[in-house]
């Protein structure tokens, strides 16, 4: 294992990012478990504290690692496929990169309601994805248009933090090193709190989605016109 190219990955290599994989997705997926737990309880009029949510999901730690196995082969497998992708030709790398975008959009759709599944049937990785495609056949049919819009304002506060960063380091550039170890703190605490706030927003929405999908209700705070309009049917 000479060289650094995707062709010189073997068994260890590939070991070691599943591990990788399988160690983002368990913590991803806990602290999930403990925000829809949250709002689930919240939805139902209670009050749940950080670490009633903590226990929750150490109570689900099983299937909090059996979802992570299932998350990190997929991701694994796609992995797979771009370096597949780097070795093969032109047209051949065109045809790869497709078919991982493809397949990552249409994990990332069926897999949408896997996490409230687990949290509101206690419902098992593989129950919990058939439980999520069914949600989502029964309320919208099977092609559906997802409508990003927490993506895009993310997109935007991204777009301004990156802008503020150069303005930052141009002020700051005076102080020789000390300024620019202040600046590229100041950034990451800001990209960093920006991905968390955007991340529990975003698991907030699918849950309420979820409980529309699955009985009909409409969660306190939402209208029926805004988890509507969350997924259209192609025209």
């Not at 051949?92 to 249409?106: F, H, P, W």
């Not at 994990?107 to 994805?129: C, E, K, Q, R």
């Not at 991905?195 to 705070?221: C, M, Q, R, S």
């Amino acid at each position: 294992m000479n060289g650094v190219g995707p062709e010189s990955y073997g068994i260890t290599e590939y070991l070691l990012i599943f591990i990788t994989y399988l160690g983002l997705a368990f913590i991803a997926t806990f602290f999930n478990v403990c925000v829809i737990y949250t709002t689930k309880i919240r939805f139902e009029g209670g009050n749940a504290t950080f670490w009633e949510s903590i226990n929750f999901a150490r109570s689900k730690i099983g299937l909090i690692f059996a979802w992570s196995v299932i998350a990190a082969t997929v991701g694994l497998i796609l992995r797979l496929i771009d370096n597949m992708a780097e070795r093969a030709g032109e047209s051949g790398r065109i045809v790869l990169n497709i078919l991982t975008s493809v397949l990552g959009m249409m994990w990332s759709i069926i897999t949408i309601f896997v996490v409230p599944a687990m949290v509101y049937h206690n419902l098992g990785p593989m129950d919990a994805i058939k439980k999520s495609v069914e949600t989502l056949k029964r309320t919208w049919g099977e092609s559906l248009i997802r409508y990003f819009g927490l993506g895009l304002i993310q997109f935007l506060f991204f777009l301004l933090g990156i802008i503020a960063t150069f303005i930052l380091f141009f002020v700051l550039a005076g102080l020789g090193p000390i300024g620019i170890i202040i600046t590229v703190v100041i950034a990451l605490l800001y990209f960093l709190g920006v991905i968390l706030v955007f991340n529990v927003a975003n698991t907030v929405f699918n849950t309420a989605l979820y409980v529309y999908a699955d009985t009909g209700k409409i969660p306190e705070g939402y209208s029926r016109e805004t988890l509507q309009n969350a997924f259209k049917p192609k025209g």
